[in-house]
T-cell receptor, first 117, second 113 residues
């Protein structure tokens, strides 16, 4: 089946630094990548949608200059949290759709636990 | 945009009993409704899904029903087992909104042995 590899699984960074999270589709072409954030004991909140080769579309309230999304190829999308602060600590997870998946298939990455100290 | 409400937020059942989780959605254009099971710190796992042209779907102990008129759908788990304990999320998507998934708030299910 379709697989999305997400790295790193855990990262601890200092306040003010930037962190890059990668999601790679291993056996299909991810034309669309969704990025979610999940706080403890809460639901998945969509941050942005990116289509390969296009600028990401951000959900209301999500700062595009803080959460930089790049989807330059059909197999790789990245989320960079810039100037991270403790309130950015969360579980970040990507979800991909594209060619090679079923018509309604969403393939999730394994998530990244970000802790900003 | 789409809004998905999910109830209950927590559900405790005795092993062997049934569990039912209900969701409502706001946009009648939504046409795909998946259910996910998520264990702590893990990715959501698709357990069953239904499209808007179907009213009911079953897969062994799990079933989903959809009422398009009322804009609600439900997850039914029969003969619950301790390994069914997890957080369950419903979601909805529509092509007109770029197929993005809007999730419900989640239901924490505890199956007591």
């Amino acid at each position: 089946g379709a697989v999305v590899s997400q790295h790193p699984s855990r990262v601890i960074c200092k306040s003010g630094t930037s962190v890059k999270i990668e999601c790679r589709s291993l056996d299909f072409q991810a034309t669309t990548m969704f990025w979610y954030r999940q706080f403890p004991k809460q639901s998945l909140m969509l941050m942005a949608t990116s289509n390969e080769g296009s600028k990401a579309t951000y959900e209301q309230g999500v700062e595009k200059d803080k959460f930089l999304i790049n989807h330059a190829s059909l197999t790789l999308s990245t989320l960079t949290v810039t100037s991270a602060h403790p309130e950015d600590s969360s579980f970040y997870i990507c979800s991909a759709r594209g060619f090679g998946t079923s018509n309604y298939g969403y393939t999730f990455g394994s998530g990244t636990r970000l802790t900003v100290v | 945009g789409e809004n998905v409400e999910q109830h209950p937020s927590t559900l405790s059942v005795q092993e062997g009993d049934s569990a039912v989780i209900k969701c409502t959605y706001s946009d009648s254009a939504s046409n795909y409704f998946p259910w996910y099971k998520q264990e702590l710190g893990k990715r959501p796992q698709l357990i069953i899904d239904i499209r808007s042209n179907v009213g009911e779907k079953k897969d062994q102990r799990i079933a989903v029903t959809l009422n398009k008129t009322a804009k609600h759908f439900s997850l039914h788990i029969t003969e619950t087992q301790p390994e069914d304990s997890a957080v369950y999320f419903c979601a909805a998507s529509m092509a007109a909104a770029g197929n993005k998934l809007t999730f419900g708030g989640g239901t924490r299910v505890l199956v007591k042995p």
